[in-house]
């Protein structure tokens, strides 16, 4: 059988299936991953891995997938057989995902969901989560997985980086916007707020229910990594190096991000016009609406 990372940016056959595998699937963000995978008729799962419910069904561990009687058994990862699968992804911690992308066959495509490719510069991305990059050689290969931005390059590339939730939020409307230069590339300012649930789920006393029920609170000032993410891809759009006013906030939800973001128009442009070029970049996209009318996103609609 060969593997799909053979033939990079081709189109699968309606009935070809995709062997995955999930490294960390005991995460919030494995176990999202993972239903959003079983919906998809070309996804076939060869491997789950987590270290502390290794031997444990995966509905033990989340029993809303109890109805899955085909799901593989957790292992941990020093168990895992990589030649099992067309493609792994990785939902490991920051600072420890470089190493175990480094080990993972040429044979099989990798999407990396923590930080730790997302940064092109590495001496940036090593002041900024304050450890060694454990795999230098890889980072020119990786690619940023923003489809809607780069959507050429993640066919072609074999190891992707999956951007993080507030850049993903943050770039996707103001790239096309510097791109066009309807606004000024100076002076933006994003105030984001988020779940609890983007602190991952092992326990932190500033997530529990006490200390964020009833409150808003921000975090991260100035100093939130998510900042040199942002900036990167907005320097990248504009031509120019920019720099943002990025503040993040924790909300008594459970998941979602919403962001409010000001900018400063070109001469002559207003909302309208701004609207105009988020319509035009994204019309034909599956997971980007650009809302009709006066209507504004809310976290509940998603």
Known sequence: RAPVAARPGVRMASNEKVRVGILGASGYTG?????????HPNAEIAFLSA????????AEVYPQFSHLSHL????KLEDVNYDKADVVFTCLPHATAHKVVAAVPESAKVVDLSADFRLSDI???????NVEHGAPDLQPEAVY???????????????????GCYPTAAQLPL?????????STEGIIIDAKSGVSGAGRAPKENALFCEVAEGLAPYGIAAHRHSPEIEQGLSLAAGQDIL???????????RGIEETIYVQTAEGVGAKELKAELEKAYGGEEFVNV????????TRHV
């Open 291 to 298: 809302l009709a009318g006066n209507a504004v996103p809310a």
């Open 31 to 39: 176990a999202e991953l993972l239903r959003l995978l079983v919906s």
């Open 244 to 254: 943002c006013t990025f503040t993040p906030h924790l909300t008594p939800a459970s």
């Open 72 to 75: 593989p058994d957790l292992v």
């Open 123 to 129: 001496k940036v991305y090593e002041h900024w989560y």
């Open 51 to 58: 270290e502390r419910s290794a031997g444990k069904k995966y």
């Open 175 to 183: 790239i096309p916007l510097l791109r066009s230069k309807l606004i």
């Open 145 to 163: 997985g923003l489809t809607e931005v780069f959507r050429e390059e993640v066919a072609k590339a074999r190891i992707i980086s999956n951007p």
